[in-house]
């Protein structure tokens, strides 16, 4: 069937169909196996045939036509597997390094927010009266305790607390009034 159907002074489109519709259903159930994808399994089919149909004058007619055929079909299953297998490959890349940069786009807004909310707050509290400024600075920025204050300005520690108090009632005022 293959000399007959193959001749090379047979350019007969008759030909061409005859031969699709006898081995389509093999080779669709034979790319099926390993291909799940109906549209893939069509393409890799049809693109069998258009490639002997138009390397028909090479063909090797010692290799019986469904043999060749089903080679050919096996052959680019394993083709269209090893490119999904790839792209997998990337996609799966692609995906991490979007991950990773918006990582860094996160870490780095939030960085921003925090330096402009820090800037927000030391003009806040340069705004503050002197005394208030400056024990809140010693409790806040530098860590001391409210006694330790106390003992460094020669102050109470209630008017440390006080003071403390004050400035955090400005700057929550000022904070979220500004948001």
Known sequence: MSEKLLHKDNDSMAVLESMFTTFYPVLAAYCNKYIKDEEAVRDIIQDIFLNVWENRHKVDFSIP?????????????????????????????AAMQLLDMEMQYDHLFDQLVANALEEQ??????????????????????????????????????????????????LKKEVFSER
């Open 121 to 170: 707050i030391e003009r806040i509290v340069e705004r503050l009266p002197e005394q208030c400024c400056t024990i809140f600075r010693k409790s806040r920025f530098e860590g001391m305790s409210h006694q330790e204050i106390a003992q460094d300005m020669n102050i109470s520690v209630r008017t440390v607390e006080t003071q403390i108090y004050r400035a955090l009632k400005v």
């Open 65 to 93: 036509l469904h043999s060749y055929l089903l080679k050919l079909a096996h052959n680019r299953c394993m083709n269209y597997l090893q490119r999904l297998k790839i792209e997998k490959h990337y996609l799966q890349n």
